[in-house]
């Protein structure tokens, strides 16, 4: 049987915050996307950077077919082995699993901002995360600009870093996870740690964004410890600035489309003192090699491509 196409011209796409963010309505993600809606979903990606889509019921089949409009879809997590049964590219972020991987309550791999595994030497491109169970209250996430970032740097800054490179890898600087937990044991069994260019130029648009977050930035290379640590608080502190941010408000059967390799995103951080469980699947698109401002290409350290 022959699936039905979504070729609605009704399509509309509302920007939502100053600088990135925008809500997709006027399609139904269940039917197959037209390559002239495909290709408005991805002009919309690359200018807002996060889609957001409402009342979307969708089972796992029809998600990684919608996955597909934005690129090769990968298995769910280079950690990842407990996929739902058929479906090796789906990732479940379910809050009562990840709390029994970390050894600690958790409502998501990282509660703190983060490009998607950018421990990879390929990070993924695309992430889409379609909710299931989410709380009456609380468990917004929030996603950040980083072309905003960088554009707003003082031009000498950005000339330091436009040369410069960080270590990725899980945890970043300070893990958050239990020693002994099953995250700490897959960080420390089966490392993945690549250095990234601290500005990356986007392969699509050549906008440049400041390509680092907590929850993998380590270092920067070739500097001591004390001089990373200041200057990255510095980045840090830049990238979760509120103006350059957009919060969502999860409903059941809504998604959220980014791209990975322009923004960072902060997972819920008040639901800890709540008894509630979230439940959202997720899936990521092959990713490129980050080439960098000076031209320079990501080095991985160790670990393997990430493939679909």
């Known amino acids: 049987m022959s699936l039905a196409v979504s070729t609605s011209t009704d399509l509309d796409i509302a920007p939502i915050a100053g600088y990135l963010g925008a809500d997709v309505s006027g399609i139904s993600l269940a039917e197959e996307i037209s390559p002239e809606n495909a290709e408005r979903l991805r002009n ?5 950077k996060v889609l957001f889509f409402r009342d979307q019921p969708l ?11 934005f690129g090769k879809v990968t298995p769910a997590h280079p950690y990842e082995d407990k996929a739902p049964a058929g479906y090796p ?7 009562r699993k990840y709390a029994a991987k970390a050894g600690t309550k958790s409502y998501s791999y990282a509660n703190f901002w983060h490009s998607d595994v950018t421990a990879l030497i390929n990070p993924p491109a695309v992430t889409t995360l379609r909710a299931e169970l989410v709380p009456e209250v609380g468990g917004d996430t929030t996603w950040t600009d980083l072309v905003a970032a960088y554009a707003n740097l003082p031009a000498s800054l950005q000339k330091l870093l436009d040369s410069s490179y960080a270590e990725h890898r899980f ?4 893990p958050r996870w239990v020693a002994g937990s099953e995250s700490d044991t897959k960080a420390k069994t089966i490392p993945i740690i690549s250095e990234h260019p601290i500005v990356r130029v986007h392969p699509v648009t050549g906008a440049r964004a400041l390509f680092i977050s907590p929850g993998f930035t380590s270092r920067i290379v070739g500097l001591n410890a004390r001089q990373s640590d200041r200057i990255l608080d510095l980045l840090f502190d830049e990238i979760a600035n509120p103006a350059y941010t957009v919060r969502i408000r999860w409903t059941p059967n809504s998604l959220g489309v980014w791209d ?4 960072a995103h902060l997972a819920p951080t008040d639901l800890d003192h709540l008894d509630v469980v979230r439940v959202l699947y997720r899936t990521t698109i092959e990713g490129d090699v980050p080439v960098g401002a000076d031209g320079g290409s990501s080095r991985s350290i160790s670990g393997d491509p990430f493939l679909a």
């Open 44 to 48: 919309a990606l690359f200018e807002y």
């Open 171 to 174: 945890g970043g600087r300070a």
């Open 260 to 263: 990975n390799r322009a923004t």
């Open 59 to 69: 089972d796992h089949t029809q998600h990684i077919r919608f996955s597909r409009t």
């Open 89 to 95: 590219e789906i990732l479940e972020v379910d809050s």
